[in-house]
Protein backbone atom coordinates (compact mmCIF):
# COMPACT_ATOMS: atom_id res chain seq x y z
CA UNK A 1 0.00 0.00 0.00
CA UNK A 2 1.57 3.11 -1.12
CA UNK A 3 0.89 6.22 1.05
CA UNK A 4 1.44 9.99 -0.97
CA UNK A 5 2.12 13.08 1.72
CA UNK A 6 1.07 15.97 0.57
CA UNK A 7 2.14 19.48 2.15
CA UNK A 8 -0.67 21.67 3.62
CA UNK A 9 0.35 24.55 1.33
CA UNK A 10 0.46 22.34 -2.12
CA UNK A 11 -2.85 20.76 -1.34
CA UNK A 12 -4.88 23.60 -2.87
CA UNK A 13 -3.18 23.86 -5.63
CA UNK A 14 -3.85 20.51 -6.34
CA UNK A 15 -7.51 20.26 -5.55
CA UNK A 16 -7.54 23.52 -8.21
CA UNK A 17 -5.66 21.19 -11.10
CA UNK A 18 -7.80 18.80 -10.25
CA UNK A 19 -11.10 20.29 -10.47
CA UNK A 20 -9.72 22.53 -13.56
CA UNK A 21 -8.75 19.38 -15.49
CA UNK A 22 -12.65 17.60 -14.21
CA UNK A 23 -14.63 20.67 -15.58
CA UNK A 24 -12.41 20.58 -18.66
CA UNK A 25 -13.49 17.32 -19.25
CA UNK A 26 -16.81 17.46 -18.70
CA UNK A 27 -17.29 20.22 -21.03
CA UNK A 28 -15.59 18.27 -23.84
CA UNK A 29 -17.67 15.42 -23.19
CA UNK A 30 -21.14 17.33 -22.85
CA UNK A 31 -20.75 19.64 -25.37
CA UNK A 32 -23.59 19.70 -27.90
CA UNK A 33 -22.46 18.89 -31.57
CA UNK A 34 -24.18 21.49 -32.75
CA UNK A 35 -22.05 23.89 -30.98
CA UNK A 36 -20.06 24.33 -34.39
CA UNK A 37 -20.00 27.56 -35.86
CA UNK A 38 -22.69 27.70 -38.89
CA UNK A 39 -21.76 30.29 -41.44
CA UNK A 40 -23.56 31.75 -44.20
CA UNK A 41 -20.83 31.71 -46.90
CA UNK A 42 -22.99 33.98 -48.67
CA UNK A 43 -22.64 37.19 -46.69
CA UNK A 44 -18.78 37.07 -46.43
CA UNK A 45 -16.14 38.54 -44.31
CA UNK A 46 -17.43 42.25 -43.19
CA UNK A 47 -15.85 44.49 -40.92
CA UNK A 48 -17.24 47.38 -38.72
CA UNK A 49 -15.85 49.60 -36.56
CA UNK A 50 -14.65 46.79 -33.71
CA UNK A 51 -15.09 43.49 -34.95
CA UNK A 52 -15.12 41.20 -38.12
CA UNK A 53 -17.85 39.43 -39.04
CA UNK A 54 -18.23 36.29 -41.51
CA UNK A 55 -22.03 35.42 -42.31
CA UNK A 56 -23.19 37.29 -40.04
CA UNK A 57 -21.71 36.70 -37.31
CA UNK A 58 -18.51 38.07 -34.89
CA UNK A 59 -15.56 36.42 -36.08
CA UNK A 60 -12.19 36.76 -35.03
CA UNK A 61 -8.55 36.04 -37.46
CA UNK A 62 -6.29 34.12 -35.50
CA UNK A 63 -3.30 33.74 -38.23
CA UNK A 64 0.40 32.40 -38.41
CA UNK A 65 3.16 32.10 -40.82
CA UNK A 66 4.59 29.90 -42.70
CA UNK A 67 8.55 30.33 -44.18
CA UNK A 68 8.47 27.23 -46.76
CA UNK A 69 11.84 28.58 -47.72
CA UNK A 70 13.10 27.57 -44.11
CA UNK A 71 11.18 24.57 -44.18
CA UNK A 72 11.73 20.69 -46.12
CA UNK A 73 9.05 20.50 -48.34
CA UNK A 74 8.55 17.38 -46.56
CA UNK A 75 7.12 19.02 -43.82
CA UNK A 76 4.92 21.93 -45.15
CA UNK A 77 1.51 20.00 -44.88
CA UNK A 78 2.28 19.21 -41.49
CA UNK A 79 3.23 22.27 -40.04
CA UNK A 80 0.10 23.75 -41.97
CA UNK A 81 -2.08 20.92 -40.10
CA UNK A 82 -0.37 21.72 -36.98
CA UNK A 83 -1.04 25.16 -37.29
CA UNK A 84 -5.08 24.05 -38.04
CA UNK A 85 -4.73 22.19 -35.00
CA UNK A 86 -3.99 25.55 -33.20
CA UNK A 87 -7.01 26.90 -33.83
CA UNK A 88 -5.69 29.35 -36.72
CA UNK A 89 -7.81 30.07 -39.03
CA UNK A 90 -5.51 32.43 -41.54
CA UNK A 91 -1.87 31.47 -42.92
CA UNK A 92 0.62 34.15 -44.16
CA UNK A 93 3.37 33.07 -46.45
CA UNK A 94 6.62 35.21 -46.87
CA UNK A 95 7.81 35.13 -50.50
CA UNK A 96 11.24 36.13 -50.77
CA UNK A 97 11.91 36.58 -54.46
CA UNK A 98 15.60 37.10 -53.82
CA UNK A 99 15.32 33.60 -53.69
CA UNK A 100 13.67 32.91 -56.51
CA UNK A 101 15.14 35.24 -58.72
CA UNK A 102 18.84 35.86 -57.97
CA UNK A 103 19.98 37.40 -61.18
CA UNK A 104 18.15 39.14 -63.72
CA UNK A 105 16.00 36.61 -65.91
CA UNK A 106 16.89 33.97 -64.02
CA UNK A 107 13.83 32.08 -62.23
CA UNK A 108 13.78 29.23 -59.80
CA UNK A 109 10.46 27.56 -58.83
CA UNK A 110 11.67 24.14 -58.22
CA UNK A 111 12.85 21.54 -55.95
CA UNK A 112 12.14 23.60 -52.37
CA UNK A 113 11.20 26.88 -54.02
CA UNK A 114 8.39 25.57 -56.05
CA UNK A 115 5.11 27.63 -54.11
CA UNK A 116 2.43 26.56 -56.45
Given amino acids: MAVFAIRKNHRRRYVILFLSLGCFVLYRHFRSPSAK ?23 RIMGGSLHYFRLPRAYWRDRMEKLKACGLNTLTVDVPWALHQPEKGEFRFHGCFDIE
Fill in 37 to 59: LQINRSLGLTSNSSQFTLGGKPF
